[in-house]
């Protein structure tokens, strides 16, 4: 995947957790705003390869769709955690998160919309993510929170 598709593709992820998205032009115009030209048929493209799908509510992770009809339905990040994270790795002030293939991305995703206070910010890959705490402590706390999901 060439590099200008994974940013288009998380700039996607970034808006859509962001704020509620009704149809695909209008997450075309949003991009635009952010400096991200596409073409609707790519857009399509990247819509089906993220698996999302458009709901009630606008577009939705395939996955976090089908789980919401669940009646006992799980916070989007505790979902993310439970489906795509495999291991935790400290460092430093900075935790790295493996999951599998295309996995980095949607649990980015749910970790930055959570805005807690410990993330300085994210970076994902594939298959890797690095979360950037502000303190040691601050990551001692935040790998705490993950692995308490975990169980």
């Known amino acids: ?31 635009v705003h952010r400096g991200v030209r ?28 089908a789980d919401d009809t669940a009646p ?10 439970g489906e795509f994270l495999l291991d935790i790795r400290p460092a430093q002030n900075m935790l790295v998160l493996k999951t599998p293939p295309s ?17 300085a910010g994210t970076l994902a890959g594939d298959d890797t993510i690095l979360v950037i705490c502000p303190t040691r402590a601050a990551r001692a706390t935040l790998e705490k929170r993950l692995k308490e999901m975990l169980r």
Do not use: C
């Open 38 to 65: 596409v073409t609707q048929a790519t857009l399509s493209r990247d819509l089906r390869e993220l698996r999302l799908v458009k709901t009630a509510e606008g577009y939705r992770s395939l996955t976090a769709a």
């Open 72 to 81: 006992s339905a799980l916070p989007p990040l505790a979902r993310a955690v």
């Open 103 to 119: 996995g980095a991305q949607p649990l980015a995703a749910a970790l930055d919309a959570q805005r807690w206070k410990e993330v």
């Open 1 to 31: 995947m060439n590099t200008h598709k994974r940013f288009r593709q998380g700039q996607i992820l970034n808006l859509l957790a962001q704020m509620k998205v009704a149809n695909q032009d209008t997450l075309r115009r949003q991009l």
